[in-house]
């Protein structure tokens, strides 16, 4: 089956400065890949996602890229706020459909003011 | 519109006993499903049902059964609860090849 590995698993970041969360899989099979934020005691939410015939995606200061050569996918947030702070998971789906998600372990985002 | 609702929030029980979690979406949602989250072990799909009456494996689906009741409600049962099923656990929904919107969770502690 899929296996979805995430780095870092914490990461404290300057308010401002910018975030980079990094996710490799490994089954080439795979060409579904979003990005989940959860806050405190709340149930994950997406943020964006990227399907393999797309190399980057930009909402606002949020921005994914896909390298389907080398398996990884990366979060990028810029210009950080203290509201980015949570818990980010990656996830990748075999497939056309997005059924069968496997999520990484998830990074934990600490915005420094 | 509710969203995902789940009950109930917290849980406690003892091993051996049985319980069922519940789960509605008024989204008018085909696909539904059922994950635990451990700490560092991000969410590990336990089932899902891709419309109604049907049910399929996830990842982790041992110890658990599932019953899509109709399109709005997804049940969870744990027959005979193990330490070892101490987790939370989230049902979510989504149309076809669409995002996934996620419930608030039941926190689940079997001693």
């Known amino acids: 089956g899929e296996n979805v590995e995430q780095h870092p698993s914490t990461l404290s970041v300057q308010e401002g400065d910018s975030a980079v969360i990094k996710c490799t899989y490994s089954?080439?099979?795979?060409?579904?890949f979003p990005w989940y934020k959860q806050e405190l005691g709340k149930g994950p939410q997406l943020i964006i996602d990227?399907?393999?015939?797309?190399g980057e995606k930009k909402d606002q200061r949020i921005a994914v890229t896909l390298n389907k050569t080398a398996k990884h996918f990366s979060l990028h947030i810029t210009e950080t706020q203290p509201e980015d702070s949570a818990v980010y998971f990656c996830?990748?789906?075999?497939?056309?459909?997005?059924?069968?998600?496997?999520f990484g372990t998830g990074t934990r985002l600490t915005i420094i003011p | 519109n509710a969203g995902v609702t789940q009950t109930p929030k917290f849980q406690v029980l003892k091993t051996g006993q049985s319980m069922t979690l519940q789960c509605a979406q008024d989204?008018?949602?085909?696909?539904m499903y059922w994950y635990r989250q451990d700490p560092g072990m991000g969410l590990r799909l336990i089932y899902y049902?891709?419309?109604?009456?049907?049910?399929d494996k996830g990842e982790v689906p041992n110890g658990y059964n599932v019953s899509r009741l109709n399109k709005r409600e997804f049940s969870l049962r744990l027959e005979s609860a193990a330490p070892s099923q101490t987790s939370v656990y989230f049902c979510?929904?989504?149309?076809?090849?669409?995002?996934?919107?996620f419930g608030p969770g039941t926190r689940l502690t079997v001693l």
């Open positions: 990227i399907r393999s015939n797309v």
């Open positions: 049902s891709a419309s109604e009456g049907t049910t």
């Open positions: 979510a929904s989504s149309l076809p090849n669409n995002e996934q919107f």
């Open positions: 996830a990748a789906s075999i497939g056309f459909g997005n059924e069968k998600l496997t």
């Open positions: 089954d080439s099979a795979s060409n579904y």
């Open positions: 989204m008018n949602h085909n696909s």
